[in-house]
């Protein structure tokens, strides 16, 4: 799928993406790039572990949540506390799931390591991809970095690996990794990406009780503390290191035999 890197030009959450320097918003400015996928199956392919695995290693997945994440740690002040969004992380239905065997469905698209990268430097920029979940959702995964938050210019990849979802949590997203893999960053990285499942009817002012978890090197997951649900369809969070992100609520007593 089309991917794109653009300046920062103060777009909110890279929703409104707008190309400055004289670039169109089709073809990156010089110096800057952008990718179709085709360097995705090596970054898709590290182990999730170790981002240092052997090329062509296959992926593993991310089972656990980190020690402190409860199970109501995915509770999210912009859900309402009653109805299909209850805060209680309960669902109607299991709904599906982008782990392989029963529960996969084309309402959870499984990644298809997509990947957008490009260098960005001091001054910021943005990364935007397209991939499968694109396809279901209308909306881009998108990395907003802000000034000052890299030092000196670095190649930075967006990619929606073809990993399973951890087991803990219902997936509402592919798992996606940030490269350079554990890269601390100096200023706080808005992160944008778009879900779907087919657990439960929501609307825009009831959205479901979702959070964005992150893992820095592999081994857990922790909720991001900002992350707020959209219910036009995707989660927005900040993160102060790249590493691996995804949409998902954890498991209750009502969806622990869920697939």
């Given at each position: 799928m089309k991917s794109r890197l653009l300046p920062f030009y103060g777009s909110f959450l890279g929703l409104s993406v707008m190309a400055c320097g004289g670039a169109s918003s089709t073809e990156p400015p010089h110096g800057m790039a952008s990718s179709d996928g085709g360097n995705a199956a090596d970054a898709a392919s590290?182990?999730?572990?170790?981002?240092?695995?052997?090329?062509?290693?296959?992926?593993?997945?991310?089972?656990n949540l980190c020690?402190?994440?409860?199970?109501?740690?995915g509770e999210n002040d912009s859900a309402t506390t009653s109805g299909a969004g209850a805060l209680d992380g309960s669902f109607a239905a299991c709904g599906c799931t982008r782990r392989p065997g029963a529960?996969?469905?084309?309402?959870?698209p499984m990644g298809g390591g997509d990947t957008a990268n490009g260098v960005i430097g001091p001054s910021g920029g943005m990364l935007e991809l397209k991939g499968r979940q694109f396809i279901r959702s209308g909306l881009a995964a998108s990395l907003t970095v802000p000034p000052s938050?890299?030092?000196?210019?670095?190649?930075?990849?967006?990619?929606?690996?073809?990993?399973?979802?951890?087991?803990?949590?219902?997936?509402?997203?592919?798992?996606y990794r940030l490269d350079p893999l554990?890269?601390?960053?100096?200023?706080?990285?808005?992160?944008?990406?778009?879900?779907?499942?087919?657990?439960?009817?929501?609307?825009?002012?009831?959205?479901?009780?979702?959070?964005?978890?992150?893992?820095a090197d592999g081994t857990c997951f922790t909720r991001l503390a900002d992350s707020n649900t959209n219910g036009a369809g995707f989660e927005q969070a900040t993160i102060t290191a790249?590493?691996?992100?995804?949409v998902g609520a954890p498991r209750s007593p009502s969806t622990a035999t869920c697939p």
């Open positions: 590290a182990t999730m572990s170790d981002a240092s695995a052997p090329e062509g290693e296959t992926s593993s997945p991310i089972d020690p402190g994440a409860s199970p109501d740690a529960g996969s469905s084309f309402e959870c938050a890299l030092a000196a210019p670095t190649m930075v990849a967006l990619t929606e690996t073809t990993v399973p979802p951890p087991a803990a949590l219902l997936d509402w997203s592919p798992v554990g890269l601390p960053l100096a200023q706080a990285v808005d992160v944008v990406l778009p879900w779907s499942n087919s657990a439960g009817t929501f609307s825009p002012a009831d959205p479901p009780p979702l959070s964005m978890w992150f893992s790249f590493g691996f992100i995804v």
